[in-house]
């Protein structure tokens, strides 16, 4: 009898889906063979209306950002759902994204190639290159 109440209470008799959110990809960043394609997805399971782990959405997006450690997700899409059951439910969320590497920034090259672009930061005691004062 308790085990086929229990098939009763954690079988999935339909699934809803409430959201799917889609985020676009990042000026500049080029999607290559080098990218890597992740999934993560947490689950809450609920017993007549009883639930325990609320941070189930966290979980998920934390496991999905540890695993791009040194990239930037791109074209993220989640998903979220309900899988219904007898007097039980399940939220389910699914996160998909692009992890794409991000090459290191050198500070001094950086600010280098910004001073060639005429772009670099100016004191205001510095002179100007043909010998005038500065306007005051």
Known sequence: M???LLVLLSSGCATAVHQVAASGGMAGLQVDESSRFLVASAEQPTILGVVNDTDYVD???DSL???????ALVNVVA???TELGF???RNQIR???TCVDTPAVDEGAEEA????EGDA????DATPEDGSSAPE
């Open 95 to 97: 996160f998909e994204a």
């Open 65 to 71: 950002v540890s695993r791009c450690p040194n990239g």
């Open 59 to 61: 979980q998920a997006w």
């Open 2 to 4: 308790r085990a086929a």
């Open 87 to 89: 007097f039980s439910w």
């Open 79 to 81: 998903t979220s759902q």
């Open 113 to 116: 190639a910004d001073a060639a």
């Open 121 to 124: 930061p100016v004191s205001p």
